[in-house]
């Protein structure tokens, strides 16, 4: 079953759009565009990017 997790190889600030692209399987710069499309159109993607920073958990070593 897959979890979602913040990315330790896609990273750039957080990890948490790398994490989220590779759970749906897509590439990273797709989700980082729509965080930022959010941030300027809705003005919440920072925050909600903060609060996925937060409480999404980073992958398990393995």
Request: charged share 20%.
């Amino acid at each position: 079953m897959k979890k979602l997790h913040k990315s330790r190889k896609q990273k750039m600030v957080a990890g948490v759009c790398g994490g989220i692209a590779e759970y749906f399987n897509i590439d990273p710069t797709l989700v980082r565009l729509g965080f930022v499309a959010l941030s300027c159109l809705a003005g919440g993607g920072l925050l909600v990017y903060i609060i996925a920073a937060i409480i999404i958990p980073y992958e398990e070593d393995a």
